[in-house]
């Protein structure tokens, strides 16, 4: 089998193997939720809350935490690394098949494509579908919508003619250096917010407009995810980065000048 995803991507499908799964009881199965919603690493999935924190998160007492994460484990679904008593907690991990069954179903989903109405389908026309001559009605314009677009595209940073044009879809370029388009709201962003605070930077939502791009707003960036703390290429990422937003604040002060 191909590599295991990121937490964040599969992790939908590692709650559903949980949520399906009729040996859990509703205990196990609301800790199980709690520690996947509220404390795994993006990409590992481990957690490190103290059964106390779980308990009165989720109303239940520290030894009927510890009774459920046993039934977690013994489902087969985290692997528990208990620490002592000396102020190391204990880590829970999602299983190795865990997570190679939850990366299948994201996969497996990712193939689905919608039938046509003639293979049993559904019928789904498109936005804007003029159905007034079937005795339908016009689709009124949603202003709203069309005002958040002529927002995004005079907030869109001034990329070079071949950023505009050239590339894949999803690419830009800036001084020949090339860019990826990060939608918002997405675990990615989150990773550049929290290694640029490292770096005593502001978030991107502070430092950069929000983009349209395919029917999505979000932040053309160096690379999906910043490179490893220390490396050359975290090193030339952060310079771009930095041109970027230099770039982006010089175009705003020249907007509200004239």
Sequence with gaps: ???????????????????TDHELDDNALRVALYLALAHAD???GESRPSFETIGAAIG?????????LNKVEAAGYLTVKRGTNKGNSSRYCPTETALKRATERRREGDK?????????????????TDLSGKGGQDRPPNREQELRKEQGRASAPDLPDEGQSGGT?????????????????????RDWNERLAREGMTTLERSLPLSPHEHHLGFWLPARTPAPVGSAEWQDQLQLLRDLIRDTSATVEYRHAV
């Design 1 to 19: 089998m191909s590599e295991v995803l990121p937490f964040c991507k599969i992790k939908l499908q590692y709650l559903l193997e949980m949520v």
């Design 60 to 68: 239940k007492h520290a030894k009927s935490v510890k009774r459920a």
């Design 112 to 128: 689905v494509v919608p039938l046509s109405r003639a293979k049993g389908g559904q019928s789904c026309p498109q936005s804007g």
């Design 169 to 189: 879809r999803s690419e830009r370029a800036l001084d020949g250096q090339r860019l990826v388009f990060v939608p918002r709201g997405i675990c990615f962003v």
């Design 42 to 44: 993006h990409e590992t």
